[in-house]
């Protein structure tokens, strides 16, 4: 199974965002980031946990590393109203 993925915080939607932040943690840590899979491709997680296999959960987890820190926030000095 391959996944689609995006490559860095440019190719994760707001929606996308708010719900990996709404997912409930649990004790597994493949859980959750099977979740997050699941919502960052857009496949049903429990499909993606009996497909995957371990090299390919560890491929994935390196191309996801960016998310462990939160993106830079762009300091607008001007903006205009019309």
């Known amino acids: 199974m391959k996944l689609k993925l995006p490559k860095n915080w440019s190719g994760i939607t707001l929606g ?5 932040l709404d997912l409930p943690e649990t004790d ?20 993606i946990k009996s497909r995957l296999k ?3 959960l560890v ?8 998310m462990s820190k939160m993106p830079k926030v762009r ?3 001007w903006f205009f109203w019309k």
């Open 59 to 66: 491929k994935y987890s390196k191309q996801l590393a960016f």
């Open 28 to 47: 597994s840590k493949l859980n959750d980031f099977v979740s997050k899979l699941g919502v960052l491709s857009g496949e049903d997680s429990e499909l």
């Open 75 to 77: 300091k607008l000095d």
């Open 16 to 20: 996308q965002f708010i719900q990996i």
């Open 54 to 56: 371990t090299k390919d």
